[in-house]
């Protein structure tokens, strides 16, 4: 602010380039960021959520080892109910929530879809589940992105998926055998 003229009451006078511009703040996300993946191999299920804050600070992640028939659309619809759980569990009302199944994002954000398969009556009760859960949360995005871009939950079902098949074995396994067709492991966090 500048005072012109030696008035006592200021008017305002903007300066080309100078500091008494006003500032425009910087708009402060607050969404949060929840990641899922799920990896399926031999009836086998490994399923990992991550939650970060608005800064992208570490707020929450898990693993969790599962074992059933299915398939990795099974897998992948019960990673996202369970993320799904955590974020109303940890109260967060502005959440971004991806998956690298387009199959799984692409169900959840149709309203009529429904499964048709051998497994639907278990994949459309979990879908329920999910569209049951998801009005909790007061905004909410399903975003599909590539496994690439949802490094942090693929990192870690490699990372318990490999640990599981190293103590399969009494910690006498090659690393390779370990983590076969699970390559490039690498933990972002």
Same mark, same amino acid.
């Given at each position: 602010?500048? *005072?012109?003229?030696?008035?006592?009451?200021?008017?305002?006078?903007?300066?080309?380039?100078?500091?008494?511009?006003?500032?425009?703040?910087?708009?402060?996300?607050?969404?949060?960021?929840? *990641?899922?993946?799920?990896?399926?191999?031999?009836?086998?299920?490994?399923?990992?959520?991550?939650?970060?804050?608005?800064?992208?600070?570490?707020?929450?992640?898990?693993?969790?080892?599962?074992?059933?028939?299915?398939?990795?659309?099974?897998?992948?619809?019960?990673?996202?109910?369970?993320?799904?759980?955590?974020?109303?569990?940890?109260?967060?009302?502005?959440?971004?929530?991806?998956?690298?199944?387009?199959?799984?994002?692409?169900?959840?954000?149709?309203?009529?879809?429904?499964?048709?398969?051998?497994?639907?009556?278990?994949?459309?009760?979990?879908?329920?589940?999910?569209?049951?859960?998801?009005?909790?949360?007061?905004?909410?995005?399903?975003?599909?992105?590539?496994?690439?871009?949802?490094?942090?939950?693929?990192?870690?079902?490699?990372?318990?998926?490999?640990?599981?098949?190293?103590?399969?074995?009494?910690?006498?396994?090659?690393?390779?055998?370990?983590?076969?067709?699970?390559?490039?492991?690498?933990?972002?966090?």
């Amino acid at each position: 602010m500048v *005072y012109e003229g030696g008035a006592t009451t200021p008017s305002l006078v903007y300066v080309k380039g100078g500091s008494d511009l006003p500032k425009k703040k910087k708009k402060v996300s607050k969404t949060y960021k929840a *990641y899922c993946d799920a990896s399926f191999k031999e009836g086998q299920v490994i399923l990992s959520m991550v939650v970060l804050s608005p800064r992208d600070k570490l707020m929450y992640q898990t693993t969790e080892k599962h074992t059933f028939e299915g398939g990795s659309t099974r897998a992948e619809l019960m990673a996202m109910r369970n993320l799904l759980k955590h974020i109303v569990r940890l109260n967060i009302q502005d959440a971004i929530v991806i998956s690298d199944s387009q199959q799984v994002v692409r169900a959840v954000n149709t309203p009529d879809w429904q499964f048709k398969s051998e497994q639907q009556k278990v994949l459309n009760a979990m879908l329920q589940t999910i569209r049951e859960t998801i009005p909790l949360v007061r905004k909410i995005r399903i975003e599909h992105r590539m496994r690439e871009e949802n490094g942090l939950a693929d990192s870690l079902c490699r990372l318990r998926r490999q640990d599981v098949a190293v103590r399969k074995h009494g910690g006498k396994v090659d690393a390779k055998q370990a983590a076969t067709s699970e390559s490039n492991i690498s933990l972002l966090i």
